[in-house]
Nanobody
Framework: QVQLVESGGGLVQAGGALRLSCAAS????????VGWFRQVPGKEREFVAA????????YYAESVKGRFTISRDNAKNTVYLQMNSLNPEDTAVYYC?????????????????WGQGTQVTVSS
């Protein structure tokens, strides 16, 4: 059974940067599409970014385009989310999710496997 573990969250000042990691164990990550989502208490979980199994296709929410970069290292079974120019509106719990398909999707309900989440807090 695959297990996804996020890390790299924390507290940062506005304008700062963080890099989140999503490490998979249990089986190889290399044939999966991986997405990052985030959720603020009381609000629906929202799509942030996704990457195809090869890394050749990436998608971003409009709110993070130009600031966040998703990448992957299949040899390390890890997907990253580099977050730059953070602002307080980026504060949320960030989750990585996996779907065993080459088709990238922004729909959280298409991702059956989820990590436990990592908190990102951006202070003003």
């Amino acid at each position: 059974q695959v297990q996804l573990v996020e890390s790299g969250g924390g507290l940062v000042q506005a304008g700062g940067a963080l890099r989140l990691s999503c490490a998979a164990s249990g089986r190889t990550f290399s044939t999966s599409t991986v997405g990052w989502f985030r959720q603020v208490p009381g609000k629906e979980r929202e799509f942030v970014a996704a990457i195809s199994w090869s890394g050749g296709s990436t998608y971003y929410a409009e709110s993070v385009k130009g600031r966040f970069t998703i990448s992957r290292d299949n040899a390390k079974n890890t997907v990253y989310l580099q977050m730059n120019s953070l602002n307080p509106e980026d504060t949320a719990v960030y989750y990585c999710a996996e779907k065993i398909s080459s088709r990238v999707s922004v729909n959280q309900y298409e991702y059956p496997y989820w990590g436990q989440g990592t908190q990102v807090t951006v202070s003003s």
